[in-house]
C-alpha cells in the first residue's frame, strides 16, 4: 500500500526522500493493524490509510530541518540564524555540509566522498534515515535504540572549513551564498596537490566541479 501510495503522489526523484516502510509501520494507526489480535482484522481503509500517510509526509522533514540547522548553527559558531528569513535557510547555504556514516562504511574509495561531502537541504534530505549494515539487519531501527542519535547526518566541520575555502576563492559571501547559487554558477576547480594525469592522451589535472571539490577536500 505504501509504495502505490508513494509512486501515485510523488515523482521518483522525490521517493528516496521519503520515510522507509519501517517508520510508517510505526505510525499508531498501522502498528494497532499490524499487532491487532483479533483473528479477523479485516482491510487497510484505502482513504482514511492516505490522510494518515498524508499528514505524517507533510510534517516529517519539520524535526530533521530544526535538529540539522542547529548543528550547522553550533559548526559554525552561531547560537541562531541571521537575517529575516526563516530558519530553515540555514540548510540551504553552500557552507552547510553533513557526512553521513552509513553510506560512507558502504561505500568504496571512488564514492566515499559523496557520503562524506553533503551539501545543502537537497542532499541531505536523502540520508535521513539510512542505517548500517549492522542496524539493517537489526529489528529495531537505528534511531530509536538507547543512546543512538536520531538522525545518522553529521555536521561536516571540516567540510564546512572547505566549503568556506572555495567560496573565498570566488569572492563570494558564505554567510548569504546559498547551494542554488553556486550550482548555477558551476565553477571549476583544480587541486594542484594531486599528482598530474594522462587522460585522452593529453596530460593534466582534473577539473572538478564544486560539490566534488568539497567531498575532495575532505
Given at each position: 500500500m505504501y509504495h502505490q501510495y508513494?509512486?501515485?503522489?510523488?515523482?521518483?526523484?522525490?521517493?528516496?526522500?521519503l520515510p522507509p516502510a519501517e517508520v510508517v509501520r510505526e505510525l499508531k494507526y498501522f502498528k494497532r493493524f499490524i499487532n491487532s489480535e483479533l483473528e479477523e482484522v479485516g482491510d487497510l481503509l484505502a482513504e482514511r490509510s492516505a490522510e494518515q500517510l498524508d499528514?505524517?509526509?507533510?510534517?516529517?522533514?519539520?524535526?530533521?530541518?530544526?535538529?540539522?540547522?542547529?548543528?550547522?548553527?553550533?559548526?559554525?559558531?552561531?547560537?541562531?540564524?541571521?537575517?529575516?528569513?526563516?530558519?530553515?535557510?540555514?540548510?540551504?547555504?553552500?557552507?552547510?555540509?553533513?557526512?553521513?556514516?552509513?553510506?560512507?562504511?558502504?561505500?568504496?574509495?571512488?564514492?566515499?566522498?559523496?557520503a562524506s561531502a553533503l551539501v545543502g537541504w537537497s542532499e541531505l534530505?536523502?540520508?535521513?534515515?539510512?542505517?548500517?549494515p549492522k542496524d539493517k539487519a537489526s529489528t529495531t531501527m537505528a534511531h530509536e535504540r538507547k543512546g543512538?542519535?536520531?538522525?545518522?547526518?553529521?555536521?561536516?566541520?571540516?567540510?564546512?572549513?572547505?566549503?568556506?575555502?572555495?567560496?573565498?576563492l570566488l569572492e563570494l559571501d558564505p554567510s548569504t551564498t546559498t547551494v542554488e547559487e553556486m550550482d548555477k554558477l558551476d565553477p571549476r576547480f583544480l587541486c594542484m596537490c594531486c599528482p598530474r594525469?594522462?587522460?585522452?592522451?593529453?596530460?593534466g589535472r582534473k577539473a572538478m566541479k564544486w560539490r566534488e571539490s568539497v567531498g575532495h577536500l575532505t
Open positions: 508513494a509512486t501515485s503522489r510523488f515523482t521518483a526523484e522525490i521517493w528516496s526522500s499528514a505524517f509526509i507533510d510534517t516529517s522533514f519539520e524535526k530533521p530541518k530544526k535538529v540539522l540547522t542547529m548543528a550547522s548553527l553550533l559548526t559554525n559558531g552561531k547560537k541562531k540564524a541571521e537575517g529575516n528569513g526563516c530558519q530553515f535557510d540555514v540548510l540551504e547555504l553552500a557552507t552547510t555540509v553533513f557526512s553521513c556514516p552509513p553510506c560512507q562504511c558502504e561505500a568504496d574509495a571512488e564514492t566515499a566522498s559523496d534530505k536523502n540520508h535521513l534515515y539510512c542505517a548500517s543512538k542519535p536520531e538522525f545518522p547526518l553529521r555536521a561536516n566541520k571540516s567540510g564546512t572549513k572547505d566549503a568556506l575555502s572555495l567560496l573565498k594525469e594522462l587522460s585522452k592522451s593529453q596530460i
